[in-house]
């Protein structure tokens, strides 16, 4: 009778402890992290900047369902803006400001991080483009924390269909379309997991060479190989269409029980490559820039969890990735490092951030950028400076330092000046 007895206590017990398994996994999302690759406001559809579109109906679709950052800053090149996402610190403390820089194998990833705070309840992957380990080929993102890795390590491939494929510390030679092959990987993965995931999938599309995408995934029509003496636009949307196309079938891979369970996070890295820059930018004001054509970027959030839909005007940062989504992931944190969690934001409107900023610096280049949302400055290390008001003026074509400035004007300049020295020191 004891022995019964024993068994149904047994029995009970571990049925509860199954139910409350039940209950933590339903309460943790998983967490899909979509990075696109040189691809700005002006060519992407929801937005007024540029007047030629491609054709993205999952993207748009993940913009509708849930929130559009209209004033998320990254960097303007892509080592940068993925340091900074992945670390929650700003470039000059990782010493990555500029593409092609590496990352120091002492920081703490995001990856780690969610491992560390959460008991290890995360499966964590990273999908594609790593490019925050200079030239040095031989790293296994893996070595920092994460569980899986696969794609590639620089900032480019010289052909989408004939190009170096990194996996778990081996380099082979993948001879199909990169967004496929970075998708299937992906799902792949994916249907491997047992507990919820957190898929960190970047694309090299629609970043540079100009391409010809498999006909069925884009609605360019006939495309003949590209020369340079052909209007590039075409070749650069249908990539963007190939890549829609692909995390389409990602989604649909899902259950719609996981899909459900899912949150996902869609974001361009950097501007647009100067030479399919449209209207209203300047070519000189894009990918490689701290003008707002090369770091004020798309950034869509939706599904589970996102309760807000339409248009958030927060001061949003790349570094805020990082404690957004380890607030996801259920890390009892709000702020660490630069990053400050806007998760808060997906059911009560707020303010986040009072300041913006964003920097750079290469051989030939160092400056640094602050904005409160109306006035924005931009200081170079050779004692150049640059003010503009993006309210009236919001692709910087009036630089207000050029005329003396008003009352309201020369406070804000003072104002952030303080708070760049205090973000800098």
Known sequence: MKKTVYILISILILSCKINQNKITSNNEPN????????????????????????????????????LSFNNFW???????????????????????????????????????????????????????????????????PETFGIDYYAGIFKGSVKDYYNWPLSEKGKQTTSKEYTAKKFTDLAVNWIKEQEKPWFMWLAYNAPHTPFHIPPAKMHNQGYL??????????????ASIEAMDYQIGKLLS???????????IIFMGDNGTEPIVTQDPYYKNQVKRSLYQGGINMPLFVSGMGVERKGIDNNLITSTDIFATIAEIAGVEIDEINDSKSFKSLFYEEKLIRKYQYSEMKNEKNNAWTISNGIYKLLVFANGKEEMYNLINDPYEKNN??????????????????????????
Not at 109 to 128: D, E
Request: hydrophobic fraction near 30%.
């Open 31 to 66: 967490i899909l992290f979509i990075i696109a690759d040189d691809m700005g406001k002006d060519a992407l559809a929801g937005y007024t900047e540029g007047t030629i579109k491609p054709h993205t109906p999952i993207i748009d679709s993940i913009r509708k369902l849930g």
């Open 74 to 140: 990254t960097y303007p090149t892509c080592s940068p803006t993925r340091a900074s996402m992945i670390t929650g610190k700003y470039g000059y403390r990782t010493n990555v400001r500029w593409a092609n820089q590496k990352l120091s194998e002492g920081e703490v990833l995001l990856q780690k991080y969610i491992h560390n705070n959460t008991n290890n309840s995360y499966a964590t992957a990273v999908v594609g483009k790593w490019h925050i380990s200079g030239y040095d080929t031989t790293i296994n």
């Open 224 to 237: 003949p190989p590209y020369t340079e003496n052909v209007d590039p636009t075409p070749y650069f949307m």
């Open 253 to 263: 891979s899902l259950s719609k029980e996981k899909r459900e369970n899912t949150i």
């Open 400 to 425: 207000i330092l050029n005329a003396t400035l008003n009352t309201t004007e020369k406070k804000s300049k003072e104002e952030l000046e303080t708070e760049l020295l205090r973000i800098r020191n």
